[in-house]
């Protein structure tokens, strides 16, 4: 039965963007063998990008939303590689990248902000593995990064 | 046959502490496809997080215990997520952060303490790919953090 | 039909280099359940490591070099890997790390030196899933470093 993730999405009010093209050469995502690989995407904010560095001029409730912002373009890349988002059948593994201050060390609060969204979405399968570190800077000067491997049904 | 990899352990004297709870919303570890995920794990000793940066205030020696304690928890993980460790057919990638000065080079043989622990427990199938790259910090300020993907037999 | 790849590489003019011994205790390649992981590659020119730091004393063209020649040695490996890179069915992800002061924002754009050279060889098979993001230190103080999972064929 398709239909109930998008069913999800409209109950919890959320509205997916157009899926980011690619800043260089390569793809979206790549489906192999039951994965789909997302690369690293960006949190955008009403169509800008959020910008900024945890322990200098962000705080963790931006950072929250920031990496809540990567899981709904991760949710938009999966929509536009699967055509129906009830083809996922387990979020694997989060990859967050946090640009950090050498002094901020709660990149998993952070965090917190793309997983939740992925339980809030998918439920139980939404449940996922994930690392989280600090980088000094990220493309474009984002504050978030975050890529995904997702297990997927045949299409 | 099951119990091989426990004996092993018994014979190295290596005693699995208790895997740790994820400090977030995610979860330890996915099985997915003969494939388990396995969450970046943080380095205790005795119950205490190993903390600190290389170049800094931390020498090589520090660091290759503390890879080594992510490796220990990595296959508390495994144990906890498996149930019996003679399932791991392969420890297939480690990805391998650590927290360094921009002056600290030698994330490679801080990476060794992991990567040893699983020659040592796993044997041949205990040889692993890597990457091992610095960082400015890591959540909770530890030292290390290392994410795995191991091979899996079905359970 | 086998050598289709080789004769890709002679067409461009691209001479494998012998692939790089792992500088620690991992092995360069882990071929499992169709996924061929692959280490991280750090980038010689002539023999030489590609040192430096983006932002620094390194730039743009520096590091596409720098990354084109950690493809080149992705694609050693997976030569020394396979035996036949007809065998290579896609391009699945690569990681890549850019050495990076805090202020360089232009991580994709180094990254692309070795994004190019994968769909140069390869074609189609060759656009893959990227994540790009910057460290404050790579090992040796290397200017890149890229891993990679390949999706293979059947020997």
Redesign the interface.
């Known amino acids: 039965m398709s239909g109930t993730i998008d069913a999800r999405l409209s109950e919890i009010g959320l509205t997916l963007p157009e899926p980011a093209a ?9 489906e ?4 789909l ?4 995407q960006l949190p955008f904010d009403d169509g800008q990008l959020m910008l900024g ?1 945890f322990g200098e001029d962000r705080d963790i409730a931006f950072g929250q939303k920031a990496a809540r912002m990567c899981g709904v373009m991760l949710v938009a890349q999966m929509k536009a590689a699967l055509g129906d988002l009830d083809r996922v ?2 979020i ?4 967050v ?1 946090v640009n ?10 952070v ?2 902000g793309a ?2 969204l992925m ?1 809030e979405i998918f439920g139980e399968p939404g ?15 984002v504050a978030v ?1 975050i ?1 995904a ?1 997702v ?1 997927v049904s045949d299409g």
Chains 1, 2, 3 share one sequence.
């Open positions: 690619p800043v260089a050469a390569y793809v979206p995502a790549v192999q063998d039951g994965f690989y997302i690369s690293g560095r059948v387990r694997v593994k989060l990859g990248f950090s201050d050498p002094r901020f060390t709660e990149q998993a609060q965090a917190n997983s939740e339980q449940r996922h593995a994930r690392s989280a570190v600090g980088v000094p800077v990220l493309p474009l000067g990064e890529d491997i297990a």
